[in-house]
């Protein structure tokens, strides 16, 4: 994927109509460690500084119509740029799918949950007390989760568990302070 983000990151630089002194740049966060690594190769290969922020698709959708200036937008769903494009609010002809996503439990290894035999059931174990998400309303991997759950007839018995990061990077770092035990993305 590495590979990938920085053939991209060339050729949607080249595909500027100027070459600015810097690029402003909007990933969705779950290319945080990948798009950084990038940035450092792309500002030592170009000498073009990169101003980068991280955060849901959903808000830098929102921004961009607002008139945030951003050069290149990575987004985690296809459907902001998508609509951004209908708005006549991107570059005609720059929109591609660079990844897919996939949706995973992920669990700490001192949670007694054995999420081998229980699949996605492990979230309606008893010692699951919060599982972190992103939220539905503007990150898409929070919309993705609900989705699942609800295929898969287990929203109704975890959405009282759920807590919401603004971003999958938000609902990763609640692993981290304690304050979920399963994030869902």
Same mark, same amino acid.
Do not use: C
């Given at each position: 994927?590495?590979?990938?983000?920085?053939?991209?990151?060339?050729?949607?630089? !080249?595909?500027?109509?100027?070459?600015?002194?810097?690029?402003?740049?909007? *990933? *969705?966060?779950?290319?945080?460690?990948?798009?950084?690594?990038?940035?450092?190769?792309?500002?030592?290969?170009?000498?073009?500084?990169?101003?980068?922020?991280?955060?849901?698709?959903?808000?830098? @959708? *929102?921004?961009?119509?607002?008139?945030?200036?951003?050069?290149?937008? !990575?987004s985690a769903d296809s459907a902001y740029p998508e609509d951004l494009?209908?708005?006549?609010?991107?570059?005609?002809?720059?929109?591609?799918?660079?990844?897919?996503?996939?949706?995973?439990?992920?669990?700490?290894?001192?949670?007694?949950?054995?999420? @081998?035999?229980?699949?996605?059931?492990?979230?309606?174990?008893?010692?699951?007390?919060?599982?972190?998400?992103?939220?539905? @309303?503007?990150?898409?991997?929070?919309?993705?989760?609900?989705?699942?759950?609800?295929?898969?007839?287990?929203? @109704?018995?975890?959405?009282?568990?759920?807590?919401?990061?603004?971003n999958i990077s938000q609902a990763a770092q609640f692993i981290q302070?304690?304050?979920?035990?399963?994030?869902?993305?």
């Open positions: 994927m590495r590979n990938v983000l920085s053939a991209i990151f060339i050729m949607l630089f !080249l595909a500027l109509p100027s070459r600015a002194a810097e690029v402003l740049v909007a *990933a *969705a966060s779950d290319l945080g460690f990948a798009v950084k690594e990038i940035v450092t190769d792309f500002e030592t290969t170009t000498g073009t500084q990169v101003r980068l922020s991280l955060g849901s698709s959903g808000t830098f @959708e *929102a921004q961009i119509m607002n008139g945030a200036p951003f050069d290149i937008f !990575l494009q209908k708005k006549g609010l991107v570059e005609p002809n720059t929109l591609f799918v660079y990844g897919i996503g996939r949706i995973v439990v992920w669990v700490p290894k001192n949670l007694p949950v054995d999420v @081998e035999k229980l699949g996605m059931r492990a979230l309606l174990d008893r010692s699951v007390r919060k599982i972190a998400s992103a939220n539905p @309303e503007h990150a898409p991997y929070g919309r993705a989760a609900v989705s699942s759950l609800q295929h898969f007839g287990l929203y @109704e018995g975890i959405k009282t568990k759920l807590v919401l990061g603004e302070s304690g304050a979920a035990q399963i994030v869902y993305r």
